[in-house]
């Protein structure tokens, strides 16, 4: 008797129709995009097809991701899907991979199909300066040719962007950026004749997104030059009698150098 029930079963998992929708990718069930496509794009398509005596059918979406519309293949036995975007891509803080699922179903079964859509990175995103503010203090007598500030440095989230610095410097600057955001001394500092510099610094990425940002550098007096009189040669005249304490006029006075 239980020989008999289990051929039974055995025989309805035999028989029992398999479905004969067909879900076909031209190549692989892949999609490549850029991160910049816009919403509404048609990114891929795909055809599902059914055998002569399988039920029509209907395509359903199991993501807002994307959005798809179906038209009758001319045979009548099948459908053409197109994929079109739905969403904002940004690879550089989200995804640039993901598998979407779809349904392909009738009154007799259900389908699943699957795709996937890799996301390449497009240089779309600003740099943005890092370590601000940039207050820079110098001595005086800090040697030319030395490098004497390092933090200038930008963040940029594409990959394999390059970034160049410039600071709006002239020729008679003694300060000089290099591209790799190295602040240079190029000159001889003087606290006695300037104490403060002020420049704007931008940086620029391979695709010519600008950022700017401003550079403060303040020079440290060092005691550098000597003292000296108000002037040259003092002469005075003073009666003989003139008693003990008398002041002399002009006074004899002088001045350091270093503020
Ligand atoms: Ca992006
Ligand atoms: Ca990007
Ligand atoms: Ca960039
Ligand atoms: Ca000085």
Redesign the pocket.
């Known amino acids: 008797m239980f020989y008999r029930i289990c051929c039974c079963v055995l025989l309805l998992l035999a028989i029992k129709p398999r479905s004969s929708l067909q879900i076909q990718f031209k190549g692989n069930a892949f999609f490549q995009i850029d991160e910049d496509t816009n919403i509404g794009t048609k990114i891929g398509n795909f055809t599902v097809i059914r055998g002569e005596k399988e039920a029509p059918f209907q395509i359903i979406s199991t993501t807002n991701f994307v959005t798809i519309n179906t038209t009758n293949l001319d045979n009548s036995l099948g459908l053409a899907v197109d994929v079109f975007l739905n969403t904002k891509l940004d690879t550089d803080y989200g995804k640039s991979w993901y598998d979407l699922t779809f349904e392909a179903v009738n009154s007799q079964t259900t389908q699943n199909g699957k795709f996937h859509i890799l996301v390449n990175d497009v240089n779309d995103e600003v740099p943005e300066f890092k370590n601000r503010p940039y207050s820079v203090t110098v001595k005086?007598?800090a040697e030319v040719n030395s490098v004497i500030y390092t933090k200038i440095d930008a963040f940029d989230p594409d990959t394999n962007d390059a970034k160049t610095y410039i600071l709006s410097t002239d020729k008679y600057s003694p300060f000089s950026l290099d591209t790799n955001g190295k602040l240079h001394l190029v000159a001889k500092l003087?606290?006695?004749s300037q104490t403060f510099y002020q420049y704007i610094v931008t940086v620029k990425d391979e695709a010519d997104h600008t950022a700017t940002a401003e550079v403060f550098i303040k020079v440290e007096?060092?005691?550098?030059?000597p003292p000296e009189f108000y002037r040259d040669s003092y002469s005075f005249t003073i009666l003989e009698n003139s008693p003990q304490g008398t002041l002399l006029n002009p006074a004899v006075q002088a001045r350091d150098?270093?503020?």
């Open positions: 005086e007598d003087d606290y006695e007096d060092v005691q550098d030059t150098g270093d503020r």
